[in-house]
């Protein structure tokens, strides 16, 4: 059964930090790429950081300098560590996972609430 799996949301203060996990079954990460989104009420979904099979990375202008992607491959597991975080980056965060627009999987979410 192929599933992503997200994981490390919670609740922080401003200014703390999380790193966020997400997890592959099922397939490998190989040659995929791998974008963490966010969704916050009454908002669209947004792309937040992406890194490729060949491990380039990009990030949204709002989380540039506070938020890393990294992937470990052993584990086929990627990660997003979060720092300097703002109540506006309280968001359900999501994983995806796209191989060329031919195959696509969706992790369930996890949330992060950043709140004094």
């Known amino acids: 059964e192929v599933q992503l799996v997200e994981s490390g949301g919670g609740l922080v203060r401003p200014g703390g930090s999380l790193r966020l996990s997400c997890a592959a079954s099922?397939?490998?990460?190989?040659?995929?790429?791998i974008t963490w989104f966010r969704q916050a009420p009454g908002k669209e979904r947004e792309a937040v950081s992406c890194?490729?099979?060949?491990?380039?990375?990009r990030y949204a202008d709002s989380v540039k300098g506070r938020f890393t992607i990294s992937s470990d491959s052993a584990k086929n597991t990627v990660y997003l560590q979060m720092n300097s975080l703002k109540p506006e980056d309280t968001a359900v965060y999501y994983c995806?996972?796209?191989?060329?627009?031919?195959?696509?999987?969706w992790g369930q979410g996890t949330q992060v609430t950043v709140s004094s």
């Open positions: 890194i490729n099979s060949s491990g380039l990375t």
């Open positions: 995806n996972a796209d191989l060329h627009g031919v195959v696509n999987y």
């Open positions: 099922g397939f490998t990460f190989g040659d995929y790429s």
